[in-house]
């Protein structure tokens, strides 16, 4: 069954500030300035990383895996522009808790290569490069 479309509405305030809104209610300020809130560019690498962490928590949680803590960081080079575009993306995962670290790197590759619908409807032949740290909790 195909997945229904998906909707946002987005509403110019101020300058290049724009308020959002998604199906649960109000989204993110969006500024095309970074002052106000996330430049839609950020807003891409957010999304891009709140995608494979969803992937990765859902993925160890399954695996009955005893996640303690995640935390992501995006990194993404650009283009001399215009367009400014995305040229490659560096993911880092600080994973915290008692997992295999084969276990951490199945659902790092589960999310790019078949989850992640971010990363999916991105440019595909950009680089991804994906790494992680297992802490003890």
């Known amino acids: 069954m195909a997945k229904p479309p998906v909707e946002v509405s987005l509403q110019w305030t101020r300058d290049l ?53 995640l935390k992501v960081k995006v990194v993404g080079t650009r283009a001399d522009g215009p367009p400014a575009y995305y040229t490659g993306y560096a993911i880092h995962y600080d994973v915290t808790g008692p997992i295999p670290d084969a276990a951490i790197q199945r659902a790092i590759d589960l999310s790019r290569d078949t989850y992640c619908s971010v990363w999916h409807s991105l440019r595909t032949e950009t680089p991804l490069e994906v790494t992680f740290t297992r802490l003890d909790g």
């Open 17 to 69: 500030v724009f308020d959002t809104e998604v199906a649960a209610g109000p989204g993110p300020v969006l500024d095309g300035d970074a002052v106000a809130g996330a430049s839609p560019v950020q807003a891409i690498a957010l999304a891009l990383g709140a995608c494979m962490g969803v992937d990765l928590v859902m993925i160890l949680k399954k695996g009955r895996h005893d996640l303690q803590g």
